[in-house]
């Protein structure tokens, strides 16, 4: 529901930003407006979720807590 709600904004935005467009009859949801509507969707239980790898550069081993035994198996 939310995803094609969100399809619909991104088709009026499409139907306003080509005037053409706008000038059918009948206005349709086309694969690129739910594509868009993925591009930036972020679900409500990641929403106070930070991603200090992407804000604050590479992240490496020290960065992960504990678990040393299942890091060095990992690495190995």
């Not at 992240?59 to 198996?73: F, K, P, T």
Request: negative net charge; hydrophobic residues 45%.
């Amino acid at each position: 529901e939310i995803l094609v709600d969100r399809a619909v904004h991104a088709a009026v935005g499409r139907v306003v930003s080509h005037p053409a467009i706008g000038k059918q009859e009948k206005a349709f949801l086309i694969m690129e407006d739910f594509l868009q509507a993925m591009n930036d969707f972020l679900p409500v239980a990641m929403r106070d979720i930070t991603k200090p790898g992407l804000e604050g550069g590479r992240l490496g081993w020290e960065d992960v807590g504990g678990l040393s035994e299942i890091q060095n198996a990992i690495q190995e």
